[in-house]
């Protein structure tokens, strides 16, 4: 069972494709992060290195983020954090939330700037980390291919796909043991 996560809005309309958040990878699948399980109580991570409004002039705001072909892979958080100028984001396959052992000091700064991913609000030419924390359920080998970012700016909705995705392989895998 997935979590939806959404941001409520009152537009019926159809959204389009052809809006100005750009994700970098948008062919599902493209990119694919193996992974192993996450321990109890953690879920494992997408980080989509970089989201980029390319409006120079307004904002926009995520409404929600669902999967894309998922094979018993769930969406159980998400987040965005805002990154400044020459600043990278996280990856993927760590263990959200990430700890200072995985990453350096600086990365986990980013962490404490995290905003949920629902209602996120990207200025205008920002850029940010998309960070989605999945978990294969039940345990054992699973994908995704990738992910939907439903968003708006001013009254206009649009539809991002990321086809950065993930592939858990079982706990006992070689990979997994260390």
Do not use: Q
């Amino acid at each position: 069972m997935g979590l939806a996560l959404l941001f409520s809005s009152g537009c019926a309309a159809t959204p389009s494709t052809e809006g100005p958040l750009d994700t970098g990878v948008k062919e599902l699948g493209a990119l694919v992060i193996g992974m192993c399980p996450a321990g109890e109580g953690f879920s494992r991570a997408i980080g989509i290195a970089e989201l980029v409004n390319t409006d120079p002039m307004m904002a926009v705001v995520i409404d929600s983020v669902r999967l894309l072909e998922a094979d018993g892979v769930a969406l159980r958080e998400g987040f965005v954090v805002l990154l400044n100028e020459g600043e990278g984001g996280y990856g993927g396959g760590f263990e959200v939330p990430p700890s200072v052992e995985e990453h350096s000091a600086a990365a986990a700064g980013l962490w404490e700037r995290r905003v949920p991913v629902a209602g996120a609000t990207l200025p205008p030419l920002s850029r940010a980390n998309l960070l989605l924390g999945v978990v294969d359920e039940p345990r054992g080998a699973h994908t995704v291919m990738g992910a939907e970012i439903s968003y708006h700016r001013g009254e206009s909705r649009y539809l991002a796909v990321s086809g950065i995705g993930a592939e858990f392989v079982p706990a006992d895998d070689p990979a997994c043991r260390g």
